[in-house]
Protein backbone atom coordinates (compact mmCIF):
# COMPACT_ATOMS: atom_id res chain seq x y z
CA UNK A 1 0.00 0.00 0.00
CA UNK A 2 1.53 3.21 -1.16
CA UNK A 3 -1.51 5.36 0.20
CA UNK A 4 -0.10 6.64 3.36
CA UNK A 5 2.04 10.26 3.23
CA UNK A 6 5.57 10.52 4.96
CA UNK A 7 3.52 12.40 8.02
CA UNK A 8 1.08 9.39 8.69
CA UNK A 9 3.61 6.86 8.72
CA UNK A 10 5.93 8.85 11.23
CA UNK A 11 3.18 9.79 13.30
CA UNK A 12 2.44 6.00 13.36
CA UNK A 13 6.08 5.31 13.77
CA UNK A 14 6.00 6.96 16.79
CA UNK A 15 2.80 5.49 18.42
CA UNK A 16 4.57 2.28 17.67
CA UNK A 17 7.78 2.96 19.39
CA UNK A 18 5.81 4.62 22.35
CA UNK A 19 3.68 1.56 22.91
CA UNK A 20 7.16 -0.35 23.19
CA UNK A 21 7.32 -2.09 19.45
CA UNK A 22 4.97 -3.74 17.21
CA UNK A 23 2.69 -6.09 19.18
CA UNK A 24 0.10 -6.95 15.89
CA UNK A 25 1.85 -9.12 13.63
CA UNK A 26 2.20 -8.56 9.94
CA UNK A 27 1.24 -11.25 7.24
CA UNK A 28 4.06 -12.67 4.34
CA UNK A 29 4.87 -15.48 2.21
CA UNK A 30 8.06 -17.28 1.05
CA UNK A 31 9.05 -17.24 -2.57
CA UNK A 32 10.24 -20.40 -3.49
CA UNK A 33 12.32 -18.94 -6.23
CA UNK A 34 14.66 -16.56 -4.38
CA UNK A 35 13.61 -17.66 -0.76
CA UNK A 36 12.72 -13.82 -0.15
CA UNK A 37 9.68 -12.66 2.34
CA UNK A 38 6.36 -11.03 0.06
CA UNK A 39 4.23 -9.04 2.96
CA UNK A 40 0.68 -9.49 1.96
CA UNK A 41 -0.46 -7.09 4.89
CA UNK A 42 1.63 -4.87 6.63
CA UNK A 43 3.75 -2.06 4.67
CA UNK A 44 2.61 0.52 7.06
CA UNK A 45 4.08 -0.98 9.72
CA UNK A 46 7.09 -1.94 8.65
CA UNK A 47 7.82 0.93 7.01
CA UNK A 48 7.18 2.70 10.24
CA UNK A 49 9.54 -0.09 12.16
CA UNK A 50 12.27 0.92 9.11
CA UNK A 51 11.66 4.74 10.67
CA UNK A 52 11.91 3.94 13.94
CA UNK A 53 15.55 1.87 13.66
CA UNK A 54 16.37 5.38 12.04
CA UNK A 55 15.24 7.78 14.92
CA UNK A 56 15.59 5.24 17.80
CA UNK A 57 18.98 3.46 19.11
CA UNK A 58 16.78 1.07 21.20
CA UNK A 59 13.72 0.91 18.16
CA UNK A 60 12.74 -2.71 17.40
CA UNK A 61 14.37 -4.78 15.17
CA UNK A 62 12.13 -8.08 15.48
CA UNK A 63 8.72 -7.89 14.00
CA UNK A 64 6.47 -10.63 15.05
CA UNK A 65 5.40 -12.17 11.15
CA UNK A 66 2.59 -14.85 10.37
CA UNK A 67 3.95 -16.63 7.25
CA UNK A 68 1.13 -17.44 5.39
CA UNK A 69 0.96 -20.62 2.26
CA UNK A 70 2.25 -19.48 -0.68
CA UNK A 71 -0.76 -17.87 -2.39
CA UNK A 72 -1.30 -20.03 -5.74
CA UNK A 73 -1.28 -16.59 -8.38
CA UNK A 74 -1.79 -13.09 -8.51
CA UNK A 75 -5.85 -13.30 -8.14
CA UNK A 76 -5.28 -15.66 -5.09
CA UNK A 77 -2.67 -12.95 -3.54
CA UNK A 78 -4.56 -10.00 -4.18
CA UNK A 79 -7.61 -11.66 -2.61
CA UNK A 80 -5.70 -12.14 0.28
CA UNK A 81 -4.04 -8.87 0.55
CA UNK A 82 -7.56 -7.22 0.32
CA UNK A 83 -8.70 -9.31 3.01
CA UNK A 84 -5.80 -8.26 5.13
CA UNK A 85 -6.00 -4.72 4.76
CA UNK A 86 -10.16 -4.77 4.46
CA UNK A 87 -10.51 -2.92 8.07
CA UNK A 88 -8.04 -0.04 7.28
CA UNK A 89 -10.03 3.20 7.08
CA UNK A 90 -9.21 4.36 3.06
CA UNK A 91 -10.52 7.52 1.29
CA UNK A 92 -12.61 8.16 -2.02
CA UNK A 93 -9.69 7.47 -4.07
CA UNK A 94 -8.04 4.44 -2.45
CA UNK A 95 -11.36 3.12 -2.61
CA UNK A 96 -11.68 3.47 -6.90
CA UNK A 97 -8.04 1.97 -6.36
CA UNK A 98 -9.08 -1.16 -4.79
CA UNK A 99 -12.29 -1.32 -6.64
CA UNK A 100 -10.01 -1.26 -10.15
CA UNK A 101 -8.55 -4.30 -8.25
CA UNK A 102 -11.06 -6.08 -7.38
CA UNK A 103 -12.64 -5.83 -10.77
CA UNK A 104 -9.65 -6.98 -12.47
CA UNK A 105 -9.69 -10.43 -10.29
CA UNK A 106 -13.80 -10.21 -10.52
CA UNK A 107 -13.16 -11.19 -14.49
CA UNK A 108 -10.57 -13.00 -14.36
CA UNK A 109 -12.22 -15.18 -11.66
CA UNK A 110 -15.30 -15.18 -14.79
CA UNK A 111 -12.60 -16.21 -17.52
CA UNK A 112 -11.58 -19.09 -15.26
CA UNK A 113 -15.36 -20.26 -15.12
CA UNK A 114 -14.68 -19.28 -11.47
CA UNK A 115 -17.14 -16.46 -11.08
CA UNK A 116 -18.04 -15.77 -7.37
CA UNK A 117 -21.37 -16.43 -6.60
CA UNK A 118 -24.34 -13.70 -6.23
CA UNK A 119 -24.21 -10.07 -7.98
CA UNK A 120 -20.74 -8.41 -8.83
CA UNK A 121 -21.70 -5.04 -6.48
CA UNK A 122 -22.91 -7.56 -3.37
CA UNK A 123 -19.43 -9.05 -3.82
CA UNK A 124 -17.44 -6.27 -4.43
CA UNK A 125 -19.33 -4.55 -1.49
CA UNK A 126 -18.11 -7.52 0.95
CA UNK A 127 -14.82 -7.11 -0.11
CA UNK A 128 -14.38 -3.51 0.35
CA UNK A 129 -16.69 -3.74 3.56
CA UNK A 130 -18.88 -1.38 2.40
CA UNK A 131 -22.26 -0.63 1.50
CA UNK A 132 -24.00 -1.94 -1.38
CA UNK A 133 -24.82 1.52 -3.29
CA UNK A 134 -21.53 2.61 -2.47
CA UNK A 135 -19.56 -0.38 -3.89
CA UNK A 136 -21.73 0.48 -7.26
CA UNK A 137 -20.71 3.77 -7.66
CA UNK A 138 -17.17 3.16 -7.66
CA UNK A 139 -17.94 0.00 -10.18
CA UNK A 140 -19.63 2.76 -12.31
CA UNK A 141 -17.19 5.00 -11.95
CA UNK A 142 -14.13 2.23 -12.67
CA UNK A 143 -15.82 0.87 -15.53
CA UNK A 144 -16.26 4.53 -16.86
CA UNK A 145 -20.20 4.77 -17.00
CA UNK A 146 -19.87 8.10 -15.13
CA UNK A 147 -16.96 10.72 -14.04
CA UNK A 148 -16.79 10.98 -10.52
CA UNK A 149 -17.83 14.72 -10.60
CA UNK A 150 -21.31 13.31 -11.49
CA UNK A 151 -21.75 10.88 -8.52
CA UNK A 152 -20.60 12.25 -5.41
CA UNK A 153 -22.85 10.81 -2.77
CA UNK A 154 -24.54 14.11 -2.53
CA UNK A 155 -26.19 13.96 -5.61
CA UNK A 156 -29.29 12.26 -5.15
CA UNK A 157 -30.13 14.91 -2.39
CA UNK A 158 -29.50 17.80 -4.33
CA UNK A 159 -32.12 16.45 -7.25
CA UNK A 160 -34.37 15.74 -4.60
CA UNK A 161 -34.36 18.93 -3.21
CA UNK A 162 -34.57 20.69 -6.28
CA UNK A 163 -37.63 18.63 -7.63
CA UNK A 164 -39.26 19.41 -4.35
CA UNK A 165 -38.61 23.50 -4.48
CA UNK A 166 -41.44 23.83 -7.50
CA UNK A 167 -43.88 22.00 -4.96
CA UNK A 168 -42.23 23.70 -1.67
CA UNK A 169 -43.23 27.54 -3.46
CA UNK A 170 -46.57 25.97 -5.18
CA UNK A 171 -47.38 24.96 -1.67
CA UNK A 172 -46.12 28.30 0.17
CA UNK A 173 -48.54 30.47 -2.71
CA UNK A 174 -51.70 27.97 -1.62
CA UNK A 175 -51.76 27.53 2.09
CA UNK A 176 -50.36 31.43 2.23
CA UNK A 177 -47.43 30.46 5.10
CA UNK A 178 -43.78 29.22 5.12
CA UNK A 179 -43.29 26.28 4.02
CA UNK A 180 -40.00 23.71 4.11
CA UNK A 181 -39.58 20.16 2.53
CA UNK A 182 -36.47 18.30 3.44
CA UNK A 183 -35.80 14.37 2.60
CA UNK A 184 -38.87 13.32 5.08
CA UNK A 185 -40.78 15.51 6.17
CA UNK A 186 -42.97 18.85 5.25
CA UNK A 187 -43.14 21.57 7.74
CA UNK A 188 -45.77 24.20 8.07
CA UNK A 189 -45.47 27.91 9.99
CA UNK A 190 -47.91 29.21 11.77
CA UNK A 191 -48.43 32.25 13.86
CA UNK A 192 -51.22 31.77 16.33
CA UNK A 193 -54.04 29.33 16.79
CA UNK A 194 -56.42 31.32 14.57
CA UNK A 195 -53.69 30.64 11.84
CA UNK A 196 -53.47 26.95 12.89
CA UNK A 197 -57.48 26.57 12.27
CA UNK A 198 -57.04 28.19 8.61
CA UNK A 199 -54.53 25.69 7.85
CA UNK A 200 -56.18 22.95 8.88
CA UNK A 201 -59.03 23.76 7.16
CA UNK A 202 -57.24 24.13 3.97
CA UNK A 203 -55.51 20.78 4.05
CA UNK A 204 -58.52 18.96 4.74
CA UNK A 205 -58.75 18.40 8.64
CA UNK A 206 -60.39 21.27 9.93
CA UNK A 207 -63.27 19.50 11.84
CA UNK A 208 -61.38 17.43 13.89
CA UNK A 209 -63.27 16.86 17.09
CA UNK A 210 -61.45 16.93 20.26
CA UNK A 211 -62.55 14.01 22.81
Known sequence: GDFDSIDDILLFAEEIYEQGGLKDPIHAYRRSEDNKYVILGGHKR????????????DAQTMIPTIVEPKP???VDEMLII??????????DDQMLERTEKLLKVYKELERRNKRPQGEKRVWVARKLNTGIKKAERYIHIVEGRYSRDQTKLTRKKENLCREFEDVRVHMQ???GTKVKITQKTIVLSYTDVDDFNRLMELIGCGNVVNE
Open 173 to 175: HKL
Open 72 to 74: DDW
Open 82 to 91: EELNQHRTYN
Open 46 to 57: IKACRMNLKHHK
